[in-house]
């Protein structure tokens, strides 16, 4: 299994542009889907203490995942636990816009309608949103 993960690992940015190409089309909806995980353990580089909508009781990260609007993914990231929704968007929004070529396609929904949130979107060029 690990060996399968490395090959994906090392191949993912070629994935996600075949699929966005194949799957996302320009002026139709994108969304994007805001999770977090917990650690048991302490060694992953990726676990560390900071926001997470479970609490605080053990390191934790955070998924971000991008989909078409039939909620197929075509993207995903992973962030370390500290860093709240506001300072994981802008890379979402780049990634849409430079690498999968979109000009004006997509609607979020912010897990937190978090202001910063609310703010970036209001002052994109090209992006509609929702939020709870």
Not at 7 to 19: K, S
Not at 39 to 63: I, K, N, Q, V, Y
Request: with cysteine; net charge negative; charged share 25%.
């Amino acid at each position: 299994m690990y060996l399968a993960m490395d090959w994906l690992g090392e191949r993912q940015q070629r994935i996600e542009d075949r699929l966005a190409a194949r799957h996302l089309v320009d002026g139709e909806m994108v969304l994007y889907d805001v999770s977090s995980s917990y650690f048991e353990g302490r060694t992953c580089p990726l676990g560390s203490w900071g926001t997470r909508a479970m609490g605080s009781s053990a390191p934790a990260d955070h998924l971000r995942l991008l989909c078409d609007q039939d909620g197929r993914p075509v993207a995903v990231e992973v962030f370390t636990g500290e860093l709240h929704d506001d300072a994981t968007l802008p890379s979402q929004i780049r990634k849409l816009k430079d690498r999968f070529g979109l000009s004006r396609s997509w609607s979020s929904r912010i897990a937190d309608g978090h202001q910063a949130n609310i703010e970036l979107l209001s002052q994109t060029d090209g992006v509609d949103w929702i939020t709870r």
